[in-house]
């Protein structure tokens, strides 16, 4: 992102952008202004987010680990690839919205918080979509997605809302340019990211890793980021993780 700033705006020199830009400012200082610096093109594809058990797990559902909760605070502890990643932010939200407290355990990633799951060191994880193999494997149960309606990948997961808990993190993954990046440029970029998404390739090997594709053209997601920043302070301030 920060080479962004750099960049000639002439459509030859672009980056990914994750939904991790728009927090990160309000955690610590970075060199960049992610609305400022940045001409959003288009988003392509969104990440889940799931709470995630070991197999042979007694908890079923999100109100088992919430009522072990309340019961012994911080006796239910969680698995994630790191401190303020989207992970972490899930189960503040939810320690919010449920009124308890659960232990945090960061990982370097999500291979060493998903095998850390599975040897039975912690009690739950919260991954993203590459936890679909475990789950096939049968070596994970999934308790709850973090999204607005159950994606066709995990289609037998409820939703944290279903089960009660005002919980969702919207994560578009999708590509941006330099600032002043032309009308016409951003047009044809567009162009060939929709494109992209029509090929059956890369539609089938986003399903295979269960990511769904979301298009979002440059208007949309110039919307969303600014959003986005927004929320993102909001939670960070409210939970407390600055």
Known sequence: ??????????????????????????????????????SYVAAFMSYDFLLAVAQDSPFKSV???????????GSVDYGTPGKFSANHVLMALLEKKAGVQFTHVPYKGDAEAV????????KTGVFGNTVLPHMQSGK????????????????????FREQG???????????????????EIVRKLEAAVKSAMDDPAFQQAAANYGVRLEYRNAPDYSAFAKKAFADEGAIVQSIGLE
Request: proline share 14%; glycine share 6%; net charge positive.
């Open 1 to 38: 992102v920060m080479d962004m700033k750099n960049a000639k705006p002439d459509g030859y020199r672009l980056t990914l952008s994750p939904v991790a830009i728009f927090r990160q400012p309000h955690i610590q200082k970075v060199a960049y202004d992610p609305i400022a610096d940045l």
């Open 63 to 73: 109100k088992d680990i919430v009522d072990q909760s309340k019961k012994q605070p």
């Open 115 to 122: 095998n850390a799951l599975i040897a039975g060191h912690t």
């Open 140 to 159: 994970l149960r999934a308790l709850a997605i973090a999204s607005e309606t159950r994606p066709p990948a995990f289609a037998n997961v409820p939703t």
């Open 165 to 183: 808990y005002d919980v969702v993190t919207p994560s578009p993954l999708g590509i941006a340019g330099p600032k002043g990046l032309p009308p």
